[in-house]
């Protein structure tokens, strides 16, 4: 039996339309993080947080999984039924939805997600709807104390302990579209070294030495199914 533990960042969405943070046209060239995309910044401005993540919730139904997200789904499925004697788990820093739309079940959102909020007062996770703002009162403290349910800077990513079993576990870590320079994820390759072979799939050579076995640079939509095809045929 295969563990195949795959981290996915905002490059995998990318040819589906959604930007990236970094790169030629990255969110992160039009806003500042610390007022996007930290607790402070939205303390400071709860209504421009929510236009910004309001604008990324407005492109999500017209846009699509594309074939790396759709390969990673078949992949997992045939895990399931028995076609591919393996176990795959996304851990995904995108708070997009498209891997669930793209059939995958098993993924864990360590960055929150876009379609959720979080109530600061009780912690409840109602799902996000059009005519929310920050004055919605918690659908069950009712609270006016809703905020995006997104791991800001500063904060912990969500589900670590789970996240650090899968990585513990697994006999192959496998990184797409991901710049690696936000931890914890970036440091995910380092601790499985010991135990896991390392791949890579990214538009671009990541800066520096790569901690990965091996790197495979192109558009996710072409390298993905191709490595996930080697899999199944094998
Ligand atoms: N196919 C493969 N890789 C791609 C593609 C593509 N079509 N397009 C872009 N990439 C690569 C880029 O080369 C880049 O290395 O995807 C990576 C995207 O990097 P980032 O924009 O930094 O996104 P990500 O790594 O997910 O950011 C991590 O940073 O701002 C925080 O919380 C935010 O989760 C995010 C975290």
């Given at each position: 039996?295969?563990?195949?533990?795959?981290?996915?960042?905002?490059?995998?969405?990318?040819?589906?339309?959604?930007?990236?943070?970094?790169?030629?046209?990255?969110?992160?060239?039009?806003?500042?993080?610390?007022?996007?995309?930290?607790?402070?910044?939205?303390?400071?401005?709860?209504?421009?947080?929510?236009?910004?993540?309001?604008?990324?919730?407005?492109?999500?139904?017209?846009?699509?999984?594309?074939?790396?997200?759709?390969?990673?789904?078949?992949?997992?499925?045939?895990?399931?039924?028995?076609?591919?004697?393996?176990?795959?788990?996304?851990?995904?820093?995108?708070?997009?939805?498209?891997?669930?739309?793209?059939?995958?079940?098993?993924?864990?959102?360590?960055?929150?997600?876009?379609l959720r909020l979080r109530c600061t007062h009780c912690h409840a996770t109602p799902a996000w709807h059009?005519?929310c703002?920050p004055d919605t009162p918690c659908p069950d403290c009712g609270a006016a104390a809703l905020r995006p349910d997104?791991?800001?800077?500063?904060?912990?990513?969500?589900?670590?302990?789970?996240?650090?079993?899968?990585?513990?576990?697994?006999?192959?870590?496998?990184?797409?579209?991901?710049?690696?320079?936000?931890?914890?994820?970036?440091?995910?390759?380092?601790?499985?070294?010991?135990?896991?072979?390392?791949?890579?799939?990214?538009?671009?050579?990541?800066?520096?030495?790569?901690?990965?076995?091996?790197?495979?640079?192109?558009?996710?939509?072409?390298?993905?199914?191709?490595?996930?095809?080697?899999?199944?045929?094998?």
């Open positions: 039996m295969q563990r195949i533990v795959v981290l996915t960042g905002a490059g995998i969405s990318q040819e589906s339309g959604l930007q990236t943070f970094r790169g030629p046209d990255g969110l992160w060239n039009h806003e500042r993080i610390e007022d996007i995309c930290t607790p402070q910044g939205f303390a400071r401005d709860p209504l421009r947080v929510d236009r910004f993540y309001n604008g990324l919730r407005a492109q999500l139904p017209s846009v699509h999984p594309n074939a790396a997200h759709r390969a990673l789904a078949i992949l997992e499925q045939a895990g399931r039924n028995g076609d591919w004697p393996g176990h795959l788990t996304i851990i995904t820093q995108n708070i997009d939805d498209l891997h669930e739309r793209a059939g995958s079940r098993n993924v864990i959102h360590m960055h929150g997600e876009l059009t005519d703002t997104i791991v800001w800077f500063g904060e912990m990513p969500y589900h670590m302990e789970a996240i650090a079993q899968r990585l513990a576990a697994c006999d192959l870590f496998v990184a797409i579209g991901t710049s690696g320079v936000v931890y914890p994820a970036a440091g995910f390759v380092d601790s499985v070294a010991d135990h896991a072979d390392t791949m890579l799939f990214n538009l671009e050579a990541p800066s520096g030495r790569s901690a990965f076995d091996q790197t495979i640079l192109g558009p996710a939509t072409r390298t993905v199914p191709a490595w996930t095809r080697d899999l199944l045929n094998a």
